[in-house]
Nanobody
């Protein structure tokens, strides 16, 4: 199993910054990708950013130039630095890890954090 613990959400003013953290732990596993998704009221859950073990990074167009995803391999932790926040960024942010569990052979699974609320408002 892989457990994901998120932190860093909160309330900020437009133009402010937050950094989200997500730490993965559990039995032996190998991570293929780590990423962040968000879901606003009445909206579907959409990809915000992801990073692969090869260092390939993808961002949704609306956050390019403002958000930065990074990874600490030693800590199995992924971060999302969010700058120049806008009210449109308000959502619940979910960490996601796509990983292979050794006890499950070579199969991969998708694991989700509990979600953390990000609210951008004056």
């Amino acid at each position: 199993q892989v457990q994901l613990v998120e932190s860093g959400g909160g309330l900020v003013q437009p133009g402010g910054s937050l950094r989200l953290s997500c730490a993965a732990s559990g039995s032996s596993f190998s991570i293929a990708t780590m990423g962040w998704y968000r879901q606003a009221p009445g909206k579907q859950r959409d990809l915000v950013a992801l990073i692969t073990n090869n260092g390939i990074i993808n961002y949704v167009d609306s956050v390019k130039g403002r958000f930065t995803i990074s990874r600490d391999n030693a800590k199995n932790t992924v971060y999302l630095q969010m700058n120049s926040l806008k009210p449109e960024d308000t959502a619940v942010y979910y960490c996601n890890v796509y990983a292979r569990i050794s006890a499950s052979g070579s199969s991969y699974g998708s694991y989700w954090g509990q979600g953390t609320q990000v609210t951008v408002s004056s």
